[in-house]
């Protein structure tokens, strides 16, 4: 259990092994960011992170948190927080809401990189979430990234922290 929590905390190995093409302090979008492992690990890394989720506990364990600006909303039934932003990243792990994809998309600058990673249909086998609203359809996070260029996608089952059913995808923006 101890294992699955810290797995929990630290960043995603998707996400770390993607890191690199970020855009040296760019800034960075972190979606329905929870606790921030994600938001901590960019701004370390000398990003202006912007860290966006509707659980205003989430966003308050942020506060003061170093280039990291937190911001509590509703990404699902209110505004888009971030429009006419751009982005040298979009990192999204564990979240789906699909009418968010073109959003995600137009917030990355030329040469932005999206790196999405969520749970997947058979992912019902393993746990939540069951629900196929919130499990990815096979290949859909590919089309989900229209022009952009893949840089890697993965549709596979885990063992760490869980098991899990789990679509990956890294992305390029041209230009």
């Known amino acids: 259990m101890e294992q699955e929590r810290d797995a929990l905390i630290a960043p995603s190995p998707w996400v770390l092994r993607w890191a690199p093409l970020v855009r040296e302090s760019g800034a960075?979008?972190?979606v329905?960011?929870?606790g921030g492992r994600h938001?901590?690990?960019?701004?370390g890394r000398g990003h202006r992170v912007d860290a966006v989720d509707r659980d205003p506990a989430a966003i308050a364990a942020l506060a003061g948190a170093p280039g990291v600006f937190a911001f509590q909303?509703?990404?699902e039934n209110g505004p888009w927080p971030y429009a006419g932003r751009r982005y040298a990243a979009v990192v999204v792990t564990n979240y789906l809401h699909r009418p968010l994809f073109p959003l995600l998309m137009s917030a990355l600058e030329p040469g932005g990189v999206l790196i999405y990673e969520t749970f997947a249909r058979g992912n019902e086998k393993y746990g939540r979430?069951?629900?196929p609203d919130f499990l990815l359809r096979h290949g859909e996070l590919l089309q989900a990234v229209g022009t952009a260029q893949v840089v890697a996608y993965e549709n596979?089952?885990?063992d760490h922290p869980r098991?899990?059913?789990l679509?990956?995808?890294c992305a390029r923006v041209p230009g």
């Not at 938001?39 to 701004?43: D, K, Q, V």
């Open 28 to 30: 960075v979008l972190d």
């Open 32 to 34: 329905a960011c929870g």
């Open 39 to 43: 938001a901590r690990y960019f701004a």
């Open 73 to 75: 909303a509703d990404i």
């Open 129 to 131: 979430p069951a629900n």
């Open 156 to 158: 596979l089952v885990v």
């Open 163 to 165: 098991p899990a059913a």
């Open 167 to 169: 679509q990956r995808i």
